[in-house]
């Protein structure tokens, strides 16, 4: 059986962390670099529907794309590599499969059969893998499988990809992500890791087409051989997938070792062309060559996993590099910041921005921080909650509202400059409260913000509950701190900015999701610049 969509899946062997998803997004880009439309998505074995309501310590951060899905966030590297959004159907999980095989079943689709895993949830699994293959806008799909082979949640997942590579055998292929370890006391690398996932993964009746070794030294031609071996593949197709300095390198180190060459041969489509990939090493030469140094203080209360900012940290390095300057992040615990230690722990900082975040933990050192960078004049850049507590801090400290505050911390507060909307406060469900997805936000002409954007009309994506209060809103503006981005259609106010600080802005939305290598976020890059303006 033939079919017009290629299709790819990368599972992970011997150890979780390998790095599937920075593969599938450098393969995919080579593709794209060689002509193939491209696209990748996620399957997650947990039964969480979706990462939204998953602590940041269990997840790292939770990305979100244009049509509002909540998703894992590898997704946040597939659109940083390809500069093509994702969407809903990127990202599966065991959770969102159980969850439609049963609504199935209660709507009585399977006519009163026994509603199994074998067939039931694996042709639900086939079906969405195959959802952006079918749409005819991709040539290829590549379908990042997470966990560890072995693991018992991901074995359905693999048992799908068994199927998918029966039934179309030319149109499929399995490339395995192993760790060949160094033993410092043998001093040597070992295969054996790799030669048992490889025999796990064919218990399940997957033979891999190319394996992908994760290696802190070189692969020699007698590893690769006995690799090749015992592994039951061709010799080209052990890859090295060596450590590399950035993310950003692994396309390069990838295409050196020929993995998109090896892909197209195994499923008979022609080399196109040969990548070029002109941008993206300028990206890399400016990212490696910088001319000066800043430093920027990043605060919020998952500082310990830096996974939880990953978007934001990433948009920093875009901007630095189109700034021409290397981006000295310093991470700092909001829970440590009091108005005693203040000066100490924001000492040296060229920039301060104040991170995304739920609930009350941490809170007060953010508006601490908030303080700090609007007394001194320091650029600064609050995201979501780091906007809100920017609205608290003014209140507090300059409209003489002591008591200002959110109701998601303090429900009936004196002074609620934020605030749950109206129609709202009447849903239960915690997802159905959020703002999520892409908004239009009408920009005033000549703000910080416009001036970064270069427009006044943008679109960007929410993840939130509450909002500036209106009715605050002249008191607010009469004193100093302007709305200067709302969302056109409610008139909610998405941006402020204090016009006589250097450079203030707090941003209700979320930048960092919609910032690539190709199009580094035009806010960070105005952020970075105001930064380093900033010794």
């Not at 040539?139 to 997470?146: A, F, N, P, S």
């Not at 954007?453 to 701190?481: C, V």
Request: glycine share 8%; proline share 4%.
């Amino acid at each position: 059986m033939s079919n017009s969509t290629k299709y790819i899946f990368v599972t992970g062997g011997v150890t979780s962390s390998l790095g599937k998803g920075i593969i599938s997004a450098s393969l995919a880009k080579l593709l794209q670099a060689r002509g193939y439309s491209t696209t990748i998505q996620k399957l997650d074995p947990y039964i969480n529907i979706d990462p939204g309501t998953l602590n940041p310590y269990e997840h790292g951060e939770c990305f979100v794309t244009d049509d509002g899905a909540e998703t894992d966030l590898d997704l946040g590297h597939y659109e940083r590599f390809l500069n093509v959004p994702t969407s809903q159907a990127n990202n599966v999980t065991t959770g969102r499969i159980y969850q439609s095989v049963i609504d199935k079943e209660r709507r009585g689709e399977f006519l009163g059969k026994t509603v199994q895993v074998i067939p039931h949830i694996t042709n639900e699994i086939k079906e969405r893998i195959q959802i952006l293959g079918k749409k005819g806008t991709y040539d290829i799909v590549i379908t990042e499988i997470g966990g560890t082979v072995g693991d018992i949640e991901s074995l359905p997942y693999v048992e799908a990809v068994r199927q998918m590579k029966w039934e179309f055998e030319d149109d499929c292929i399995v490339i395995h992500l192993t760790l060949v370890p160094y033993l410092a006391a043998a001093g040597e690398l070992k295969t054996k890791p790799t030669q048992h996932s490889v025999k796990q993964l064919l218990e399940l009746g997957v033979q891999p087409d190319i394996l992908c070794c994760r290696t802190e030294y070189e692969l020699d031609l007698n590893l690769r051989r006995k690799i090749a071996k015992f592994c039951n593949v061709n010799m080209n197709a052990v890859i090295e997938a060596r450590d590399a300095d950035t993310i950003y390198e692994v396309p390069l180190l990838m295409q050196a070792e020929e993995l998109d060459k090896i892909v197209l041969e195994k499923l008979s489509l022609s080399a196109k062309t040969s990548p070029e990939l002109t941008q993206w090493k300028e990206f890399l030469s400016r990212l490696k060559n910088p001319q000066s140094e800043t430093t920027i203080g990043l605060i919020g209360k998952y500082v310990e996993l830096k996974d939880s900012y990953k978007s934001i940290s990433e948009s920093l390095i875009h901007a630095g590099a189109t700034n021409n300057v290397k981006v000295n992040v310093r991470w700092i615990h909001s829970d440590k910041i009091t108005a005693n230690n203040l000066e100490e722990e924001m000492n040296g900082l060229n920039g301060i921005l104040v991170a995304p975040g739920f609930g009350s933990r941490g809170i007060s050192g953010k508006i601490e921080a908030v303080k700090y960078a609007r007394e001194n004049k320091i650029p600064f850049l609050g995201i979501c909650l780091g906007m809100q507590c920017a609205v608290i801090e003014f209140g507090r400290n300059v409209l003489g509202m002591t008591e200002a505050h959110t109701t998601e911390i303090i429900e009936d507060c004196k002074f609620p400059v934020i605030d749950m909307m109206q129609e709202q406060k009447n849903i239960s469900n915690l997802g159905g409260t959020m703002r999520l997805g892409a908004y239009k936000c009408q920009l005033t002409p000549g703000s910080n913000i416009s001036t970064a954007y270069n427009t006044d009309l943008i679109s960007e994506r929410h993840r939130h509950r509450y909002e500036f209060n209106d009715k605050y809103l002249e008191q607010y503006e009469e004193n100093g701190m302007k709305a200067t981005g709302k969302n056109p259609e409610s008139g909610l106010v998405e941006v402020v900015e204090i016009p006589n600080h250097p450079w203030f802005v707090g941003a209700q939305f979320h930048p960092e999701y919609k910032s690539t290598v190709a199009n580094p976020h035009p806010l960070f890059v105005a952020f970075v610049k105001a930064a380093m303006n900033n010794k």
